[in-house]
Nanobody, 131 residues
């Protein structure tokens, strides 16, 4: 059974940092594209970061240079480091996974915009950034 559980969200002032974690079960990282997307109230979902089994990462322009996605393949945990947070980053953050053969991951995992359509997702963790 696949399960993704996010944690690490909270309230922080602009300029601060948070580290989100996504504990997974039933997910083989070497057979899945992994990623994060977010959704702010009244806004559409925004895919923000992906990582494939080879460790290649991709980011949305809105977070590039500030957020870092990483994975601990031994512990099956996905991370998202959020630095230089802005009030516009306030949203519910979700981790997501999609099973993709390794030879297709370079192409399929390259677009963060697709993460909100991945087959598996967690319940989300709230990030609130105040000015």
């Amino acid at each position: 059974q696949v399960r993704l559980v996010e944690s690490g969200g909270g309230s922080v002032q602009a300029g601060g940092s948070l580290r989100l974690s996504c504990a997974t079960s039933g997910i083989a990282f070497n057979l899945h594209c992994m990623g994060w997307f977010r959704q702010a109230p009244g806004k559409e979902r925004e895919g923000i970061a992906t990582i494939n089994s080879g460790g290649a990462t991709n980011y949305a322009d809105s977070v590039k240079g500030r957020f870092t996605i990483s994975a601990d393949n031994d512990k099956n945990i996905l991370y998202l480091q959020l630095n230089s947070l802005e009030t516009e980053d306030t949203a519910m953050y979700y981790c997501a996974a999609d099973r993709v053969p390794a030879h297709l991951q370079n192409e399929y995992c390259s677009s963060p915009q697709g993460t909100s359509e991945y087959n598996y997702r967690g319940q989300g963790t709230q990030v609130t950034v105040s000015s």
